[in-house]
């Protein structure tokens, strides 16, 4: 079962904030997320683990809801080098992740 | 050097044609994992493996098949490529114990089956 991702895309300007959520129909152990630059590999950004912890990465945070089975990815002032497409990753405690269809975001000057 | 490397980056085939991609890394991780990336649908896991004696389907197994060569090596073939098998794969490696850790992926190989 794909995590759902929204919104599929979304354009900022720079300095702006954003939000991508993830959700899942089944319980969630841990998610994972990832950003993928055009013509690269995707690349880890945090781990969160079921609890309702948030992490951070500079600018770029995270929450987890266990109970709703939903995990938001929070980007905040929005620089130019975060555009890329944002995928969450599941883990249902079967160790390996199921990936999302992505979330590509587009920040312009 | 990368520390998860995939051949070759770029293949060109016919239908019918066995393929072999490979995957090796120098991070002596346990877990490695063969996902397919095409537009619009993510990634989707194709086999993975916790080590050389392990090995299990994913979502989308059918028409591959998987060998691990040793704990730094995992191939993915495609014993009759078909066109609708034209896509992006990755290979990911992750220090295995308990829940899933920070994947590592390869730079990719694209692979288009005419």
């Known amino acids: 079962q794909q995590p759902v991702q929204s919104p599929q895309a979304v354009i900022l300007r720079e300095g702006e904030d954003a939000v991508i959520n993830c959700s899942s129909s089944?319980?969630?152990?841990?998610v994972h997320w990832y950003r993928q630059k055009h013509g690269e590999a995707p690349v880890f950004l945090m781990i969160l683990l079921k609890g309702g912890e948030q992490k951070g990465h500079e600018k770029i945070s995270a929450s987890f809801n266990e109970k709703k089975q939903q995990s938001s990815l929070y980007l905040t002032a929005s620089q130019l080098s975060y555009s890329g497409t944002y995928f969450c990753g599941t883990d249902f405690g079967n160790e390996k992740l199921t990936f999302g269809t992505g979330t590509r975001l587009t920040i312009i000057p | 050097d990368a520390d998860v490397t995939q051949t070759p980056r770029n293949r060109i085939t016919k239908t019918g044609k066995r393929i072999m991609l490979e995957c090796s890394q120098t991070?002596?991780?346990?877990?490695m994992y063969w996902y397919r990336q095409d537009p619009g649908l993510g990634l989707r896991l194709i086999y993975y493996?916790?080590?050389?004696?392990?090995?299990n389907k994913g979502e989308i197994s059918d028409g591959y098949s998987v060998s691990r060569q040793a704990q730094a090596k995992f191939s993915l073939s495609l014993e009759s490529a078909i066109p609708n098998q034209t896509a992006l794969y990755f290979c990911?490696?992750?220090?295995?114990?308990?829940?899933?850790?920070?994947?590592?992926f390869g730079e990719g190989s694209r692979l288009t089956v005419l």
């Open positions: 089944k319980a969630l152990y841990s």
């Open positions: 991070k002596g991780h346990d877990r």
């Open positions: 493996s916790f080590d050389v004696k392990d090995i």
């Open positions: 990911a490696t992750t220090l295995g114990s308990g829940n899933t850790g920070e994947l590592f």
